[in-house]
């Protein structure tokens, strides 16, 4: 830009080395902005606008430096992050004005073309990937709840811990130890007894504290694997750390939460959580993290897991005076974890769902000088449940040859299935197959199919895909067209195997591990 071109250095001492800059690049009128205080850069940019609508500029862009920060006065950012804009909205101090803020900045995007979620070849909407972390503090570092009361900060870790649902129900498709969000008991799991005797510390404090207390306290237990303070599930990089341009501002940064498309429900995600620190504000937690283990994967990277867990959560809001239904929830549930499909059974039906899946960091890579780590996405998961318990009794579903073994998680009988969806390097186990399609069949008592379907991870009509679908219609109908009726297979009769269980797959088959394969 011309502002950064000029040589203001050979000015003499005693002249103002600051200009305002106009430049015509590509038809669009740059105007190069020089450091001002707020008060003169809101009234220039005043006046810019007022000439720009006189003279009916269609193209203009605002460059250059950024006013001075002054009281009172937020600032909504806007920063190019790879394949997303990503926007920092400014600090609320009600729900009903992050509500507000979060609709008029949504409806901006999309009058330019802009959209929170992405449609995948296969057909699965997502997030943009960019996240929609949601941030809380004070007024001001001198008035701040983290700091005038410690047993938040200790109360939220704690909750979180016990809850996976605050983990991975609002999170993307992207959760896990890899992921930019992974839980203290993901990294590693000697840091859960150390998380736990730092918690202790914070219980031992009576009353406010120095403001880089906190800080000490945790920040090298609130990391990824690799030692990142930002790449956390609960970030206080921006705290009360030193190391940091922009660390001193007493935020705590709750990071696994992605974006979705309809702005209601993106602002639900806030009022829950807000109402969760909320109740932890009123009644602080103590007491020891709870040693998950195997479970944490196994049971709650199903959609049924998460769901239970919420209504714990819930149930613990409305006993601290803030009754927030689940069933609010209902909408996202369904967006995250969409039904796939369905098999006719004599009593009830039984529901295929998309669910979670923890892809696990490659080894580094060498590029050029610099290293790189892949992640391995050729692994997915999925929840089939049965709508009527007792079709169990005469019945058994069965998946690529191996019969399923059924769990009731929260009152509804669920069974896991993980497997290899497609191929790729670097990845885990070459020595596994593509088990796409999984051909999920109903046997009654004698073995005979009774239902049938086989489910495509990929285009069932060909390698690939016309490009991206067009819109969200063009997506739900490739994901439809992943579930295709077998009615060839019905009246065969089958001889299925026992699936094998771990502690580690307690709920969820793990086909990789079977010796059949499709």
Avoid at 192 to 209: I, Q, R, W
Avoid at 224 to 236: Q, R
Avoid at 397 to 406: H, P
């Amino acid at each position: 830009p011309i502002g950064l071109r000029l040589p203001l250095g050979d000015l003499g001492d005693g002249n103002i080395r600051r200009a305002l800059t106009l430049e015509a690049v590509g038809g669009a009128l740059q105007v190069f902005l020089p450091p001002l205080e707020f008060e003169a850069f809101s009234a220039l940019v005043s006046v810019i606008e007022h000439a720009a609508a006189e003279s009916r500029v269609s193209e203009l862009v605002l460059c250059g430096y950024r006013p001075s920060e002054t009281p009172g006065v937020t600032a909504l950012g806007l920063a190019a992050d790879p394949g997303v804009l990503e926007v920092n909205l400014p600090p609320t101090k009600t729900w009903r004005d992050y509500d507000r803020v979060l609709s008029s900045i949504t409806r901006a995007a999309a009058a330019e073309g802009l959209v929170t979620t992405r449609n995948h070849l296969n057909g699965q909407v997502q997030g943009t990937g960019g996240g929609a972390h949601v941030l809380f503090g004070g007024p001001s570092v001198d008035d701040n709840p983290f700091f005038e009361h410690p047993e938040l900060l200790g109360s939220i870790l704690r909750y979180w811990q016990w809850h996976p649902a605050l983990s991975y129900f609002f999170s993307g498709q992207y959760v896990g130890p890899g992921s930019q969000a992974p839980r203290a008991d993901e990294t590693l799991m000697a840091k859960l007894y150390e998380l736990e005797t730092a918690c202790l510390g914070v219980d031992a404090v009576d009353g406010p504290v120095d403001r880089g207390f906190l800080d000490r306290l945790f920040r090298n237990l609130l990391t990824d694997s690799a030692g990142n303070t930002h790449l956390a599930e609960i970030s206080i990089d921006k705290l009360w750390n030193f190391d940091s341009p922009t660390g001193l501002q007493g935020l705590v940064e709750l990071r696994a939460f992605e974006t979705m498309a309809d702005v209601r429900l993106q602002s639900l995600c806030a009022l829950f959580v807000r109402a969760v620190a909320a109740m932890l504000a009123a009644e602080p937690r103590t007491g020891p993290l709870v040693r998950h283990g195997p479970r944490l994967h196994d049971r709650y990277m199903l959609p049924a897991g998460l769901w239970e867990d919420l209504g714990t959560i819930c149930r613990d809001l409305a006993s601290a005076g803030l009754p927030f239904e689940r069933e609010w929830l209902r909408e996202i549930f369904e967006v995250r974890f969409p039904v796939l499909g369905r098999l006719k059974l004599e009593r009830g039906e039984v529901v295929v769902r998309q669910a979670l899946e923890p892809w696990p960091l490659m080894a580094e890579v060498s590029e050029g000088g610099a290293t790189s780590r892949m992640v391995d996405n050729s692994t997915d998961r999925l929840e089939v449940s049965v709508t009527d318990p007792t079709a169990l009794d005469r019945a058994r579903v069965v998946v690529n040859g191996v019969a399923l073994r059924f769990r009731d998680v929260g009152g509804t009988f669920v069974a896991g299935v993980r497997y290899k969806a497609a191929s790729g390097w670097p990845a885990l186990h070459p020595h596994v197959p593509i088990q796409s399609p999984l051909r999920i069949e109903a046997l009654d008592h004698s073995g005979e199919v009774t239902a049938a379907s086989r489910y495509y991870f990929w285009n069932p009509d060909g390698p690939r895909y016309d490009g991206r679908p067009r819109d969200r219609a063009e997506a739900v109908r490739r994901r439809e067209a992943r579930w295709q009726p077998s009615s060839d297979e019905i009246g065969v009769r089958r001889e299925p195997e026992a699936g094998t269980y771990t502690e580690e797959s307690d709920t969820t088959l793990d086909l990789r591990r079977e010796r059949r394969n499709p």
